[in-house]
Nanobody, 123 residues
Framework: QVQLVESGGGLVQDGGSLRLSCAAS????????MGWFRQAPGKEREFVAA????????YYADSVKGRFTISRDNAKNTVYLQMNGLKPKDTAVYYC????????????????WGQGTQVTVSS
């Protein structure tokens, strides 16, 4: 059974930082592209960032580019999302996802999901 478990969410002030982690099990982690999505109340789940299996290629949504950094440690089966310069608009539940497909910019490209972790940025 594939399992993705996020951690590191919480409450942070405007301009602060958080680092999210996602530990994967039950899949050949190094063969999967990993992504982060987020969903705010009343909004659809949206793409945030992705990193290919080798870690050589990354892609970011325009809304977080320059502020967020995705990385992975294949030896630990873990993907990270470093979030700097957080703003209230970043408040959402953040989800980790995994895909073996060649497309990774939309939620339907992913077939495995974590439970989500709440990130709240206060003003």
């Amino acid at each position: 059974q594939v399992q993705l478990v996020e951690s590191g969410g919480g409450l942070v002030q405007d301009g602060g930082s958080l680092r999210l982690s996602c530990a994967a099990s039950g899949l050949p982690f190094s063969s999967y592209t990993m992504g982060w999505f987020r969903q705010a109340p009343g909004k659809e789940r949206e793409f945030v960032a992705a990193i290919t299996w080798s870690g050589h290629s990354t892609y970011y949504a325009d809304s977080v580019k320059g502020r967020f950094t995705i990385s992975r440690d294949n030896a630990k089966n873990t993907v990270y999302l470093q979030m700097n310069g957080l703003k209230p608009k970043d408040t959402a539940v953040y989800y980790c996802a995994a895909t073996a497909r060649t497309y990774y910019l939309n939620r339907w490209d992913y077939n495995y999901w974590g439970q989500g972790t709440q990130v709240t940025v206060s003003s």
